[in-house]
């Protein structure tokens, strides 16, 4: 393994201690719950926005709270979801007379450690309400009961939640927003590479120098398919093909499309597959409203990207042009 | 069977501890076949807590116990698990009350309340490719036993050895499951040809387990 | 090799025109000089900024093109810095009474195509001025006459003097400002892997698992010295000791501090790096006025990190916080 | 030695250019052990734009060719090469002229021009290992051979082989030197050991070029 690390199991914590200290006082720091949260908040003026998940997503979930996006984070471990406590003391800690709003990705872990955290939380009088993302067109039976994956949409979802609550929204109003971005955003992923989560040292998986796996989630887990890997435009044709009759995006539909890193590989790269996806969409009389392209939710240094789409009208444009601030930026 | 003591609860939480924290890294390769590979370090964040505060829990009940157990996994482990293992002991610790000493049926009683706990928290149901496929059939092998002559007479302790290979048997045939919950279910038929880790862990902890019981009540 | 591309003859056009199609009309693509330039420049009213290097540094440079930072950047191939060609027709097409500025690392081949093309350009008129960049510590030696590389800290020489020159700075002020940068700008890095030409198709160099690279440039190019991988609070003595009695940086200073990530490496481990390196900064004194974490000058998809640290004044400060519009933003 | 027609200017500058894109990967390879693993492809995007545009090129003269070859690569070529090997074929068709047959002394004078080119634009000088290394006794080994009575009667083929021969090993003892220019020279000691692409690409060119005389001048 080779990482910029100190003991594997403080790794977390390390990461989250830098996340603070860069923010100029921005965002506090608890380590108990591996909680970022705004300095500036809880407000009796603002539902207070919360995500759990695993680590080794960043910049989600943790580098994006901040104005106009998440108020609180407070993840678990590498590719695990908090335990309940952090839900508990994390959603007290955050308590707004407006409420408290639960971002949580469709996984098991995450559904069963908010579910218990928020009925911990309402027997103690809190007033939560649970948005729940899944964006993943790769998770296709619906038979299977666990449903669909929340991957790289869940940004857009807080992105839009979280200009909205700045602007003042209420609980019920953001669960409509939120669920009308679930609605319209859809996402599908390919890996060329695995991962090394710190605490393991090894990859999660072995993959072939000529292979690439096919809709990847943001955990490691393969996906549906391994295939021989093939041109950038071939795969721009498989993730779209994918996507695109699953809404379905239609001739005429605005859409913000976002080309999401999985950690290793280039900028560069991203910027070639969006060029391709944005001329293939425009073939199809879909129109790119804005453009989305660079690392949002990784699986650590996992070489591979995320195609996401979500079809835009004009209050979820308004609410995705809002100015956020949140540590992730360049200047 | 025989009764059990808070001492025999202790003997089986601490290998219990000791078994999950000393396979970390085997459970959590497991998980790394279809799943993501943190399973068996999830587990750790929590049994290493048990393990070093054990001393300070409240001895006063078989309940006590359990559930200050359940509430340390709750609050530590994270992912699946920590929901699941959480609610097991929880659920376990009512049903066991405020008891000092254990009859077989107490502790199928127990069992059988951690399962339903799990069922209720996970939504998981038999066949389903996880730790349940390992955990009912060894329990319902624990049961069998209170009526059978021929495992009287060892403080139980070729039940629990029957009902611990019953659990390692029921593990190994996971493998052509198809996973229906948890992550391994988003890989779909690439789920089929491996076992899974938490039912393969459930047969791990129920071996120590018995080796730990014989050696101390075995004749 | 294992990227997302067609033919990797393509590789550098291919993104160009997805940073073009990104850019929502802002930018402007011409494929015979792999430019990209502003859409609203040259104009008589603002000095044209521009520079040129190799690819393979996204989003260096050709991704921070845009309001208040580059106006055109036209690399060469992946590390190869531009033909004499782009470099004439650039400063051509970009034009403007107020001059031109070309913002030049330090490397011979970059410098050679850059004197050539001002020569040509000058030749007929034009009016250029050329600032270099030599801010890796790396490069000890000062008799070897080809001097210090230039490497991330090129991002603060571009964000100054786009900002002044947004404000209207003419070219002798600009001239003036960069080299302020350039003369309290250090910076040093260590690589934990190769990187893959996408024309080569195989890695530049092979280090062991145990290994790392001290002192690298951003070209693949050996650093000074390869030693054993050790922890990350290490990493940053080794170069923080490079680094900060170079200039010197003193108790009492304000200083911008970057940890550039090389591309392979996870944001998680900058910021880790990052919390480090500000620790150990505060106990000599030495205070961060603004924190930089990400990817700013990568070699592809290397995994490795740059520590620069630039000093602050008032003027430059003002610089730094001033307001800038590229393609690379997450909103 | 013997005069050298147009014809024969086009056999150096056809075989140098397929020498090149052939050897791009090989040149390549040799700039990434010390430099940064562009230098074949670099020379390669020039140098097929020569071999496909050729014979378009103003023929007119030894000067009026050779400047269009130095246009062409300094319009297409980046990194260090692009401006020092444009350099070299500007500077070597100035020196040229308009001359439509080069005697042995012309060759001297367009190889001279071409080095203090290189020297001026690149500041480099003998044994900071780079291209000039083999350049240089290549350049004066031809030279000597002019005054050769062992040496003639073959139109120059001799003579060829010696000077190709003399940069072929000149080359390889830039192994033994420190790097001071271009990127090879961040790398401090441990430039020391390998040879450089550059003057290690001049060696395997003329040799080619050498082959392409023999083959239709030698007898
Ligand atoms: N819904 C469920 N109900 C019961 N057990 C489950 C469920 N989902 C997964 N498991 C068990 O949990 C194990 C994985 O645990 P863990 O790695 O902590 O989960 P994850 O990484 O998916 O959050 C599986 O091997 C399986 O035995
Ligand atoms: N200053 C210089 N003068 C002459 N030749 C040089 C100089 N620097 C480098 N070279 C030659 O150029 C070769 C490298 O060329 P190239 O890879 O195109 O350069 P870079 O990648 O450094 O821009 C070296 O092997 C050496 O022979
Ligand atoms: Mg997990
Ligand atoms: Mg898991
Ligand atoms: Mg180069
Ligand atoms: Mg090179």
């Given amino acids: 393994m080779k990482k910029f690390l100190n003991d594997p199991k403080q790794f977390v914590p390390e990461f989250l201690e830098g996340i603070q200290l860069a923010s100029d006082g921005a965002l506090k720091y608890e380590p108990k719950y591996n909680l970022i949260y705004r300095a500036d908040m809880p407000s009796d003026s603002k539902v207070s926005i919360i995500q759990g998940s695993g680590s080794g997503h960043e910049p ?29 003391e994390t959603s007290k800690l955050m308590n707004s007379k407006m409420g408290i709003l639960h971002i949580v990705n469709n996984y098991t872990g995450d559904r069963a450690a908010f579910e218990m955290g928020r009925e911990l939380c309402e027997a103690e009088g809190l007033r939560i309400e649970t948005l729940l993302v899944n964006d993943d067109v790769a998770v296709k ?51 060329l590479s695995s991962c090394t989560p710190p605490t393991r ?4 998986f072995e993959i072939a120098e000529d292979e690439m796996e096919v809709g990847i989630g943001i955990h490691g887990e393969p996906g549906r398919q391994r295939t021989k890997l093939v041109p950038a435009t071939e795969i ?53 409203f804005r453009s989305y392209v660079g690392e949002y939710c990784t699986s650590l240094e996992m070489a591979g990207a995320h195609i996401s789409i979500l079809k835009v009208d004009d209050e979820i444009k308004d609410l995705l042009l809002a100015p956020a601030d949140v540590s992730i930026r360049i200047f | 069977m025989a009764q059990a003591s808070i001492d025999d609860l202790d003997l089986v939480l ?57 509430l340390t996994l709750t609050s530590k482990v994270g992912g699946v698990s920590g929901p699941i293992w959480g609610t097991a002991f929880l659920r376990g610790g009512v049903a066991a009350g ?22 209720a928290r996970g939504g998981a149901s038999l066949g389903e490719k996880t730790l349940l496929d390992a955990l009912v059939p060894a329990t319902d092998s624990l049961e069998a036993a209170i009526g059978d ?71």
């Fill in chain 1, 236 to 288: 721009v044709d498989l993730l779209l093909n994918a996507i695109v009759p699953d809404l379905p995006f239609k001739d005429g539909d605005e859409v913000a499309l976002m080309v999401n890193g999985l950690g290793g590989t280039t900028i560069a790269e991203l910027y070639l597959l969006y060029g391709i996806a944005h001329k293939k969409l425009a073939a199809k009389g879909i129109k790119v």
């Fill in chain 1, 60 to 88: 989600a979930h943790t580098m994006i709270v901040g104005k106009g996006m998440l108020d609180a984070a407070c993840p678990g471990d590498v590719f695990a979801g908090p335990p309940v406590d952090f839900v508990v």
């Fill in chain 2, 98 to 119: 405020d008891r000092t000493e254990l009859a077989p049926e107490d502790v199928i009683a127990i069992l059988r309340a951690a399962i339903t706990g799990i069922m």
């Fill in chain 2, 149 to 219: 002559p021929a495992l009287q007479g060892d403080h139980g302790a070729a039940a629990l050895q029957r009902a611990a290979d019953v659990a390692v048997k029921a593990a190994e045939e996971t493998k052509g499951m198809l996973a229906m919950r948890g992550r391994a279910a988003y890989t779909g038929e690439r789920s089929i040809g491996s076992v899974d880790a938490g039912a393969t862990a459930i047969g791990v902890i129920l071996q120590a387990i018995s080796a730990a019981w014989r050696e101390k009540h075995g004749k």
């Fill in chain 2, 14 to 70: 601490m290998t219990m501890a000791k078994t999950i924290v000393d396979n970390a890294d085997y459970f959590a390769h497991l998980d790394s076949i279809v799943g993501d590979g943190d399973f068996g370090y999830s587990l750790r964040n929590g049994w290493e807590v048990v393990l070093s505060d054990y001393d300070g829990f409240d001895h006063s009940s078989a309940g006590a116990l359990l559930k200050k157990v359940g």
């Fill in chain 1, 141 to 191: 039976d619906s038979t299977w009961t666990v449903g669909r994956r929340g991957v790289a949409g869940n940004f857009f979802v807080i992105k839009a939640v979280g200009a909205a609550s700045e602007k003042g929204a209420d609980l019920d109003e953001l669960m409509r927003i939120g669920n009308k971005v679930v609605a319209n955003v859809r996402t599908m992923g390919i890996a």
């Fill in chain 1, 201 to 204: 040292g090894t990859p999660l």
